[in-house]
């Protein structure tokens, strides 16, 4: 298997490449030049190997679908990788992401598990292993560089402390995050973590990555990768629970399922149409936003219209708080017809001259939802608190706001037939103010957590520049 940038550089490379580099050297994102195909036989196998979230069938579900993708890891280490990933002690249960039915028909699917309490554990914990094994074969170390809007920094720091040969800068909007993200991230004494605050928004805090990865030079010289879903590793690891999701609703193949997934960077709901292109029965893929809708104007406009900071809303579900979204350059590529110039056009061209493009007039743009599948919706906080109160009124089960903006914008979209899966994303304590605000009382929380936000805290405040942030990392790098 080799992988192409979605902005037609000539290099062709192997997984184990792509998961050190993070961008192409082109600024383009990493896609496989084929979507393996998964046939019938194929789907029926997979449904025998995750055996109803038995013990074990996760990690052999997840190893099977990353063998089609991964030729460079022997396959022996691999499934070990994924053995030593996805085990109940981890993530809390033995089918990992087991289903919740909050009627018939209508699920959750429980993403949010693992140490950090949010679905960024479920590709990061593997993204750690497959880093510490890589390093270790070449005897040499990483650099990791990050953005985040909440969950993406602590679910990376997490999965990467203490792991040999890597160190992690993780940027992040200063004073944007909750106060359990914030102190998640924070707290953490690990020399190899840094926590880089930015005085901006967390568009501002991913361009300062994108602008760090697209001097090669310096990434070269200090060894600079990246943990965000523009790793192609990342979206990959997120690909197996589509998988997982449509066996535990379904009693067979025939059946077809639709998702509905809370997005703000596209990475998640990316790994659904990588997951429907290689042949899983998926309907929908239906995109939920907040009040930053620049996905959902797309969708529903052909115009993609990025926001500048002073127009990214702060609102109660944070980690969607984006209005770039990095991971939609590869759809794009896939709706434009893996036309390379014409992707660079949109994403190179178009938007950094303009801050938009708009494929309302072409034909391609019915694709989106004719051919793709995709459908998408907007959640305001008003709706929010609406949709907490009425899940737990009716079903006594206790949602996040970011999952509420799923569950809300999956409503609207049901289909007679086709059941519907709504990604949850994290569990409520990490929102707990706007969970007092919808019903009266914090959510529950978990006993490793209690007091975590009065910990001592170790973070570094600066201005939204390029080269103080170069300038760090090359004295923390230098001192090592």
């Not at 200063?174 to 707290?187: E, K």
Request: with cysteine; proline share 5%; charged share 25%.
């Amino acid at each position: 298997m080799r992988y192409l940038s979605t902005r037609g550089h000539a290099e062709r490379k192997r997984f184990c490449e792509i998961l050190l580099e993070g961008l192409a050297p082109d600024g383009g994102l990493y896609l496989p030049e084929r979507y393996p195909q998964v046939d019938a036989a194929a789907l029926q196998r997979l449904r025998a190997v995750f055996n109803e979230g038995k013990p074990g069938g996760y990690a052999a579900l997840a190893f099977e679908i990353l063998s089609l993708y991964i030729d460079d890891i022997p396959a022996a280490d691999l499934r070990a990788l994924c053995e030593r990933t996805y085990t109940e002690a981890v993530f809390g249960n033995p089918a990992i992401v087991p289903l919740k039915q909050l009627e018939d028909g209508f699920y959750l699917e429980a993403l949010s598990n693992g140490p950090t309490l949010a679905f960024k554990d479920m590709a990061m914990q593997l993204l750690g292993q497959l880093f510490e094994y890589e390093l270790g074969r070449r005897g040499e170390s990483l650099n990791i560089l990050g953005a985040t809007s909440g969950d993406t920094g602590s679910a990376a720091e997490h999965a990467m402390k203490g792991k040999r040969g890597v160190r992690v800068f993780m940027l992040s909007p200063h004073g944007r995050m909750s106060p359990f993200q914030q102190a998640q991230m924070f707290s953490l004494t690990d020399p190899n973590i840094h926590n880089i605050a930015i005085e901006g928004v967390f568009d501002d805090c991913q361009d300062i990555v994108k602008a760090v990865s697209n001097d090669l030079d310096f990434k070269r010289r200090h060894k600079i990768g990246t943990v965000n879903s523009i790793n192609w590793a990342r979206l990959l690891a997120q690909v197996v629970y589509y998988f997982a999701g449509y066996f535990q609703a379904t009693g067979h193949n025939g059946e077809r399922v639709s998702f509905t997934v809370p997005s703000g960077n596209f990475g998640n709901v990316c790994a659904g149409h990588v997951a429907r292109q290689m042949g899983l029965p998926i309907h929908r893929l239906v995109v939920a936003t907040n009040e930053n809708d620049v996905l959902d104007e797309f969708f529903r406009t052909g115009v993609y219209r990025v926001r500048g900071s002073a127009d990214t809303h702060e609102t109660s579900s944070p980690s969607m708080d984006i209005s770039k979204a990095s991971n939609f350059e590869r759809f794009v590529f896939d709706l434009v017809g893996r036309d390379p110039a014409r992707c660079k056009a949109l994403f190179a061209d178009a938007l950094s001259s303009e801050g938009r493009f708009d494929l309302s007039g072409d034909a391609v743009f019915a694709d989106a939802a004719a051919h793709y599948g995709f459908l998408s919706g907007r959640s305001t906080h008003a709706d929010r608190l609406a949709t907490i109160r009425e899940v737990d009124r009716r079903h006594a089960v206790v949602i996040d706001t970011h999952t509420a903006d799923g569950v809300k914008v999956a409503r609207e979209h049901l289909e007679p037939g086709v059941p519907m899966v709504v990604l949850e994303t994290a569990l409520p304590i990490k929102f707990a103010e706007t969970i007092v605000e919808a019903l009266g009382h914090e959510p529950e929380r978990p006993a490793a957590y209690v007091g975590i936000e009065s910990l001592p805290k170790r973070v570094t405040v600066m201005p939204a520049d390029v080269d103080r942030v170069k300038a760090y990392i090359a004295q923390r790098t230098a001192a090592a």
